[in-house]
């Protein structure tokens, strides 16, 4: 399958392209087009991916993919991108975040579904070997009480503020404690802020989001029966599990993720947002 790719600011493209054309971990699989938001982007991608073309405008690639990448830095680009592709059946993987406003994703995923193309959207770090084992053997720790998030976080990220990274610990909480968030409440100090989700069965999951310093991801629980840390560390190849997720999808027409688990980390950050501006709790969108 002939991969393309829209957007090459960040160093997921390289590093996807490298995994598939340099190291051919994936047989069966060829990134052969790239887009960039500039000149020098693309060929920085191409060049460490070993992509054969660079296209000048996206629509470029109709016609000569069999299926879709979108990996702008910023999540407000990603569906617009995507549309055209999605409307002709190409099965695509957009990265995290999956948009920028709900709204837009609802409507997305209604024309995917009217098409019958296969869709997805996620992040890396949940997806991480050490992240998978975490949630295993939360298992061991009993009922759920309560759990903690850490990583780094900008609330002024010319990306999208709080949706850039903290995307990241949205989505680790989501996957480790459920995804039945009813409010947040975000607040700020010196370096950065504490954004508590609250859960309808009662429990509490803070999230640190930590402007500077901070060397990485971590994820803590605690259960009736026992506590549980973990720092996220990264695999060898960050992007490999990712990949093997996408691309299963790509083959087989087979989601990973539901729509409304998707959407869940859109709206979650969306109610983020707002408290942030309105310092009190507020509700998580349906």
């Given at each position: 399958m002939?991969i ?6 960040n160093s997921?493209?390289?590093k996807?392209?490298?995994?598939i054309?340099?190291?051919k971990k994936?047989?069966?699989f060829?990134v052969?087009?790239v887009?960039?938001?500039?000149d020098?982007?693309a060929?920085v991608?191409?060049?460490?991916g ?8 996206q629509?470029d ?11 702008h830095r ?5 569906l617009?991108a ?5 409307k002709q ?5 957009i ?6 406003r709900?709204?837009e994703?609802k ?6 579904k009217?098409?019958?193309t ?11 070997n050490t ?9 061991e720790?009993?009922d759920?009480?309560a ?6 976080s ?6 999208g503020?709080?949706f850039?990274y ?5 989505e680790?909480?989501?996957l ?9 409440l975000l607040?700020?100090?010196r370096?950065g802020s504490?954004?508590?989700l609250?859960y309808s069965d009662?429990r509490i ?8 310093g901070?060397p990485g ?10 506590t549980?840390h973990?720092?996220?560390?990264f ?9 093997t997720?996408f691309?299963?999808m790509f083959?087989?027409g087979?989601?990973?993720?539901k729509?409304g ?11 983020l ?5 309105s310092g009190k709790?507020e509700?998580v969108?349906k």
């Amino acid at each position: 399958m002939k991969i393309g790719i829209i957007g090459a600011e960040n160093s997921h493209t390289a590093k996807i392209a490298q995994t598939i054309n340099v190291d051919k971990k994936f047989k069966g699989f060829t990134v052969d087009y790239v887009w960039g938001e500039t000149d020098e982007f693309a060929k920085v991608a191409a060049k460490a991916g070993k992509i054969p073309n660079i296209v000048k405008n996206q629509k470029d690639m109709l016609g000569k993919i069999d299926a879709l990448v979108v990996a702008h830095r910023h999540g407000k680009y990603h569906l617009k991108a995507a549309l055209p592709f999605v409307k002709q059946g190409i099965p695509t993987f957009i990265d995290k975040p999956f948009c920028y406003r709900s709204a837009e994703g609802k409507e997305f995923i209604k024309i995917a579904k009217k098409h019958k193309t296969p869709i997805t959207s996620f992040g890396i770090v949940p997806h991480q070997n050490t992240f998978r084992r975490f949630v295993k053997d939360m298992a061991e720790k009993g009922d759920n009480l309560a759990g903690v998030t850490y990583g780094p976080s900008d609330l002024k990220s010319p990306w999208g503020g709080v949706f850039f990274y903290g995307i990241h610990q949205v989505e680790m909480a989501l996957l480790a404690f459920g995804y039945n968030v009813s409010s947040v409440l975000l607040t700020k100090n010196r370096n950065g802020s504490t954004g508590q989700l609250l859960y309808s069965d009662g429990r509490i999951v803070t999230m640190n989001l930590i402007k500077e310093g901070c060397p990485g991801f971590a994820i803590s629980a605690v259960g009736n029966k026992g506590t549980l840390h973990k720092a996220i560390a990264f695999d060898k190849n960050a992007f490999l599990n990712g990949i093997t997720m996408f691309t299963k999808m790509f083959k087989t027409g087979e989601e990973p993720f539901k729509y409304g688990d998707i959407l869940k980390s859109v709206l979650v950050l969306e109610a983020l947002e707002k408290s942030v501006k309105s310092g009190k709790i507020e509700k998580v969108g349906k």
